[in-house]
Structure formats: structure tokens, C-alpha cells
């Protein structure tokens, strides 16, 4: 899928995947999934190197970790949309006996899912022990892992990302969603981080910025850059700024939406704001 008009509908689609998987179980994470719509849908359709059948081993293709786990109605929608699965099985997100639980599990294993991830702060060091088993196996193919910004408080993170500078882990590109919000409040207010590219940099990180993260062209370019810039002994961080909630007013601007089910109306104005492009589940 190469049309960014294609992309859009997509997208689009997607989002009403997300509102329609959390307001069926009233259960579930809208905000970061919505915010990070565009970046799954670019990464899946224009970045990654996949192989047309999934399996866990991942040799001669790109590997994609999602570290924030709980953005899982964007990657299961994502993952059906892109042939792991059927789109028919977004309807069982979050039921009992579901492949697609609240948190992605492998123990059911569900094509696209490589790391459990209910736990933040886990996914960067699963990551580098994946591109190191790349390039001990002689894989030229890139890791791929998306965090959450609130995520980086979790001290793990700055273990994994002193590591992989010192092991000049150079197939890695860790991409951070910031959009400044979790689930108690802005990310400053419950737990201020500073100046987070300084932060990467400091820890020798080639680090990029997309400033237009829920552009699809910003983010295909910026992570064709990021690309090229891997290889060169050093790993790649790309800060990716996006708004939670993006595509539904009511929702965005506000981390109120981070952990919460819109209700039958909420729902229904938000599918009225991303019309039915490619067919619901």
C-alpha cells in the first residue's frame, strides 16, 4: 500500500477499530492508541521488512517490539489490517478465551505479537537482545520498539539505553511516543523528565525528531531517515510527537482518555468524526 490516500483510509479504519474494540467491553485504552495511529499504520505498510508468513524466529525480516503494551487495540487492528490475522477476531478483544487480551500475550500465539508486554519499561531491553542476536546471526534486518514517553520513568529503560550505546547496538531504532500525557495527569506534572533528547544524546544515541507525528507523510519520511541512519555503531532513538486521542475532539488534549471507554453517544460522535472507510469488523 503505497497512496497516502490509501494510508488515510486506513488509518481512519483503524481508529474506528480502537473506539469500537474499547466500547464494546467498556474496558481498554483509547487515548495512546488513537495518538499513535499514524505511526503503526506508516510503520506496517511502508517501513518494516516482513516476511508474507509470521513466525517467532524473525531471521532475514524486521522485528517490531511493542513496549507499551497497553496501546494494544492500535496493534491488534494494525496486525488484522496487514493479514496476521482476520479482522473478523477484533471482536473478541479483551473476552475471556481471547487471542487479543487487554495486555499482548504470546502464550496463545497470536501471529505479530513477539513480547508479552503488560509491564512497561521491558520492551527496550527485549529489543536489543534481538538486534544483537541479529547481528550475531549475521542479519542485516532491523528492531524496531515503540515506548510511551510516561514510560521512560521506569528506571529499566536507562540500564537498556546505556547498554546499547556502550555495545554499539547500531540495528535498533527506538521510537518514543510523545505526546506529554499518562494516566494520572502530563507527564511534567507526575514526574518531570527534563529534556529528553539531551537524555539519549548524552547516553550517545543518534537521535531524531518527528514534530509531526500524526502526519503520515512526516512519519514515513522521519522513519526513512531513522533508517538510514542506523549502521553507523551507534543505536537510533526517533522522538515521535503526537496527541492523544488524535482524530476525536473530544478525547484529545487531555489524559482523561488514556484508560477510558467512551459510552454509547461518545461513541457514536467519534465514529461520526472518522467515517467507515474500508469496512467494519
Not at 537498556?160 to 510523545?178: C, E, F, P, Q, T
Request: hydrophobic share 35%; aromatic share 8%; with cysteine.
Amino acid at each position: 500500500m503505497s497512496d497516502i490516500k490509501q494510508l488515510q483510509d486506513l488509518t481512519t479504519q483503524v481508529r474506528r477499530d480502537i473506539l469500537r474494540m474499547v466500547h464494546a467491553v467498556n474496558s481498554g485504552h483509547p487515548g495512546g492508541s488513537l495518538g499513535c495511529a499514524e505511526f503503526m499504520v506508516a510503520l506496517y505498510q511502508k517501513i518494516l521488512i516482513r516476511k508474507e508468513e509470521f513466525d517467532m524466529n524473525g531471521s532475514g525480516e524486521d522485528l517490531f517490539f511493542l513496549s507499551n503494551g497497553h496501546i494494544s487495540p492500535l496493534f491488534y487492528s494494525v496486525l488484522a489490517r496487514s493479514g496476521y490475522f482476520p479482522v473478523s477476531e477484533l471482536a473478541t478483544f479483551r473476552k475471556l478465551n481471547s487471542r487479543l487480551q487487554g495486555h499482548p500475550t504470546t502464550h496463545d500465539n497470536l501471529p505479530g505479537v513477539r513480547m508479552a508486554s503488560g509491564s512497561l519499561g521491558q520492551g527496550l531491553s527485549v529489543s536489543i537482545g534481538a538486534a544483537q542476536a541479529k547481528k550475531l546471526n549475521n542479519d542485516k534486518n532491523l528492531v524496531y520498539v515503540l515506548t510511551g514517553d510516561g514510560e521512560l520513568q521506569e528506571g529499566q529503560n536507562w540500564e537498556a539505553i546505556m547498554y546499547a550505546s556502550a555495545k554499539k547496538v547500531d540495528n535498533i531504532i527506538a521510537i518514543v511516543d510523545l505526546n506529554g500525557k499518562q494516566i494520572d495527569g502530563s507527564t511534567d506534572e507526575v514526574l518531570h523528565m527534563g529534556n529528553i533528547k539531551a537524555k539519549f544524546e548524552a547516553f550517545d544515541w543518534d537521535v531524531l525528531e518527528i514534530k509531526e507525528g500524526n502526519n503520515l507523510e512526516a512519519v514515513i519520511n522521519g522513519m526513512s531517515e531513522a533508517k538510514s541512519s542506523t549502521g553507523n555503531e551507534k543505536p537510533v532513538c526517533v522522538l515521535l510527537y503526537t496527541e492523544m486521542g488524535n482524530g476525536v475532539d473530544y478525547m484529545m488534549h487531555t489524559h482523561a482518555w488514556h484508560g477510558k471507554a467512551p459510552n454509547d453517544d461518545q461513541l457514536a460522535q467519534a465514529l461520526e468524526q472518522n467515517p467507515e472507510t474500508l469496512g467494519d469488523y
